[in-house]
């Protein structure tokens, strides 16, 4: 990717690729563009190159360790970073702790649940990190790092992290509460969902692939394996089996039956055979606007590694705090006193 890009005579701007001998006439067009194009654009890999350049190393070491220890923890790093990111931003502001005066974003309903010890994880790495750069990496960049590493190390792509978010001061429960899609949602209320981030509708078929790990309580997929009319008759019953009709809220199925702790197109081969766990995952593929995409997907795992790896840099640029907004939290959990 790095040399190559450096090589062809087009410069990224925002998120736009502009060629070179046109840039001169563009030019006060693109300053507009850049203020426009909000702090994504203020983003860049390097960012930590002198002040901490090891951080890249410390945080892939120790989600090396987690995932080797229980390959849960990638996935649960990786729902962590798409729940930040929707409420209020790339922003850490998902891992501050509830405080007397303040309700914070983890006792919504969309984060209770399985994949909670991740914030474990991120705390674990976050003191690592301190003892390496003190005081000088945000945990939404680590939450950032730990995301793109966690797909690496089951199997999928990697690329490289837009760095230099900064830390909320401030949780936002009403956000958390409103902006999560859940998974009974149909197919115009996902768009809309995603829409509303500035996020298009393929960022959604692709970033949905996220869900070829991990897992989910009966809760979430009981309405579609008892109710919906376009699930596999064979995927159905064998889930009702792992999922009362009533009861048994927490008992848990692979999002992905067929290669569940990999990163591949398994998720999309399922869809293909209407064998996707929650409703929200199967309306991608029911005969509306997205049916080719996800057939594409799941006949070409390279272009869905493709496209996940462009929209996860797309998700990250999501109204991130930078310059001297927020902080660098010390502690994840905590603002700084
Ligand atoms: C499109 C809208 C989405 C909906 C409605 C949705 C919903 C859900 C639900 C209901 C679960 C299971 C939670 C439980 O029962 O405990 C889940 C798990 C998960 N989601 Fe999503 N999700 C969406 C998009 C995404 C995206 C964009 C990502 C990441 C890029 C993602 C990553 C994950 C992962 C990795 C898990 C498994 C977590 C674990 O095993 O602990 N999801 N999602
Ligand atoms: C390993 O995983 C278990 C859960 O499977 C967890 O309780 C434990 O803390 C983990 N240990 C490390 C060193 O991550
Ligand atoms: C919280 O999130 C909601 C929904 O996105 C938004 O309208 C509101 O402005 C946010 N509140 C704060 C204080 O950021």
């Not at 009319?229 to 089996?241: E, I, L």
């Amino acid at each position: 990717m790095g040399p190559d890009s450096s090589r062809r005579q087009v410069v990224v701007v925002g998120r736009m690729a502009v060629p070179r001998r046109l840039l001169p006439m563009m030019m006060p067009a693109l300053a507009i563009l850049l203020v426009a194009g909000g702090a994504g654009a203020q983003l860049s890999p390097g960012f930590y190159s002198s002040s901490c350049p090891t951080v890249d190393g410390v945080v892939r070491q120790a989600m090396s360790q987690a995932v080797m220890n229980n390959s849960r923890s990638g996935a649960a790093i990786l729902r962590l970073f798409f729940h930040d990111c929707f409420v209020n931003g790339c922003d850490a502001s998902l891992l501050l702790d509830d405080t007397p005066t303040t309700p914070g974003e983890k006792s919504a309903g969309a984060n209770a649940g399985g994949s909670t010890f991740g914030f474990d994880l991120i705390d674990t790495i976050k003191t690592q990190v301190e003892a390496a750069c003190p005081a000088t990496v945000s945990c939404a960049d680590i939450l950032a790092l730990a995301a793109r590493d966690s797909v690496n190390l089951l199997g999928g792509p990697s690329w490289a992290v837009p760095l230099g978010r900064r830390d909320a001061t401030f949780p936002n429960a009403t956000g958390a509460a409103t902006d999560l899609p859940g998974p009974d949602s149909d197919l115009d209320t996902l768009v809309s969902a995603f829409a509303a981030k500035g996020l298009t509708s393929r960022d959604l078929a692709a970033l949905s692939g996220a869900h070829t790990v991990g897992m989910a309580r009966c809760l979430s997929f009981r309405t579609r394996v008892y109710c919906d009319a376009d699930v596999s008759a064979t995927f159905a019953a064998q889930m009702r089996g792992a999922c009362p009709s009533s009861g048994g809220d927490d008992a848990e199925a692979p999002l992905d039956a067929l290669t569940p702790g990999e990163f591949d197109n398994g998720y999309y081969r399922s869809l293909v055979t209407g064998a996707g766990l929650l409703h929200s995952d199967q309306v991608l593929f029911s005969n509306g606007p997205l049916d080719s995409l996800v057939r594409i997907y799941s006949n070409n795992g390279e272009a869905f590694s493709a496209d996940f790896a462009a929209s996860m840099v797309r998700l990250g640029n999501v109204s991130p705090l930078t310059g001297s907004a927020g902080e660098i939290r010390i502690n994840c959990r905590k603002v700084n006193s």
